[in-house]
């Protein structure tokens, strides 16, 4: 049984959609519920990346997930504004992905409570990965 | 008890690179220890939105400055599935020759640096005479001693010329090689420093995302090489150990040594029978134009999983690009391997991870 339909039966209440490779889970809110179902039940026992794109009317997050047992990767998305619920309970590598993500992008993820600028200035302006950041930085211009 | 907070680095000898641990201690026990990192972000991230897809390819070199190869060639793989190049036999066989070269080199500083962080310093004369010998072959053959940026789109720049000095390293590296276990491996002090010190365990390795050697060390056989189809007519072992310990990951790293010789010994039979064959497939890399996609290329650096995420909008520049790299992990765990050790260990523990620092901060 294919992974989508495996969440598909388990999460009634959600809406899984298959894009380019990548499980897009419609509900943000219950990403932390899938993840954790993948992490115990799947077999996906690492997250080997977290990682964002700004697409303008919305940022999308991809959990980069691999299972060691049956060497398969897959890729979770969700699309969030500046909010996302944490997930350093589960994967606790996420801690520092999520500091970068929070530093870069400005999302917030609730849950984390310990987030930080990771890579930036703590008194930087913007989050430069935003496509609206622009090319160069405040004290360049 | 009395707590007293000792800044360690930002520039600290044994770090390698700009790293700040702010570490709390009761005289010479270690209560908590933060990382700090940031202080080499260069924006590989955001220079790679705003340069074409040519132009960006020297800074990856940047990403890790000891895996020059491993980034150039998760890169220039990301672009090749994104735009369906085709890279000719020959190529990927140059490829994994220098991958595994680089590899070596990349060990070998880690293994005469580590041993300095420990106080030995013969070992780090020898494994740079060594090195040395690699690096004149990579500056021979690519102009360049760390960033080559000798893989392009669809192959790599030229042709490997000056064989018969690869043929000179395979031939004396398992000899050296052996000559540093005789000094190391059974030396007391060297395993009373590093045995059962700096424990990952299985279940440490999985939740903090450790891959490479460290993760190895622990018994996992998890090498992305072998999944690979450029390894596919490629024999060799994947090194692991029981339990990983500063100790393990050093076996680990000697073992991966060795395997990496037999790697490059494979390559240099094939390169030399099959001579007809092109080193790159010719395409317009100036105006080169993705379709619109996503891909993530996977490599086994030295230091672990090496990711590169490109997303592109159809358009001459990337429009993301994202870099994983096995440092960045390595140095987030470090609180929870230090804590309750001496102060000396921190060095000893932090070296045996392997850490690039520009690769963590990118």
Redesign the interface.
Known sequence: MSLIHDLSNNFKNLNFIEK?D?IFVEDDTSVSDVLSYLKNQSGF?????L?A??YIEHIEL?Y?LYS?QK?R?Q?ISICVKNKSASIVDI???A??DECEIYD?FGVTFIGNDKLK?????EDWNGF??KKDYG?KSEAVK | MSKMTVNIGPHHPSTHGVLHLVTDVDGEKILNCEPIIGYLHRGMEKLAESKTYLKYLPLVDRVDYLGGFFNSFAYCNAVELLGNIEVPQRAKYIRVLMSELNRIASHLLWLGTYLLDLGAVSPYFYTFREREQILRFFEKLTGQRLMYNYFKFGGVRKDIEFIDDVKEIVKILPDKLNDYERIITENPIFNTRTKGLGIISKEMALDYSITGPNMRAAGFALDIRKQSEYYENIEFNVITGDISDCYNRYLVRIGEMRESIKIVAQCIDWLLTDVSSNYSTKINEINLKLPEGEIVSKTESPRGITLCCLISNGGNKPYRVKWRTGSFYAVQILPYLLIGNNLPDIMAIYGSLDVILPEVDR
Not at chain 1, 45 to 49: A, F, K, N, Q, R
Not at chain 1, 117 to 121: A, K, N, T, Y
């Open positions: 380019n990548k026992d690492i997250l080997l990346s990682y794109t700004d991809n980069y060691t060497e990767y890729i994967f606790p590598s801690y520092f870069l600028r990771l890579l930036m200035p430069p990965l090319n």
